[in-house]
């Protein structure tokens, strides 16, 4: 675990160009469809949903606050494919 919350922000801003999307920048459209989220609470990526201008996780009773977000990949990784 990353202890140092500038070193976790770093190292998204590192990969933002693998598809993670500050939430100041832009939402996700709203829907029931999960994204992987960055959860500041609990410093941990999850999968959430983003609906009626919220972000929920799994049934709605834990709080979280999600500050970066990014698309489920379509396809598994496969080591043999390059991109």
């Known amino acids: 675990m990353i202890k140092d919350k500038e070193n976790r922000a770093e190292i998204v801003r590192k990969h ?5 999307i500050p939430c100041s ?3 996700p459209e709203e829907s029931l469809n999960s994204v992987i989220g960055w959860d500041e609470y609990r ?7 983003y609906y009626g ?4 996780l799994g049934n709605d ?3 979280v606050k999600i500050t970066y ?3 489920i990949p379509e396809r598994p990784y496969n ?5």
């Not at 410093?43 to 949903?49: A, G, H, L, T």
């Open 16 to 20: 933002m160009n693998d598809g993670w």
């Open 53 to 56: 201008g919220r972000w929920i």
């Open 79 to 83: 080591p043999s494919v390059e991109s």
């Open 43 to 49: 410093e941990r990526c999850c999968f959430v949903q």
């Open 25 to 27: 920048e832009r939402m």
């Open 69 to 71: 977000w990014r698309n």
């Open 61 to 63: 009773t834990e709080p």
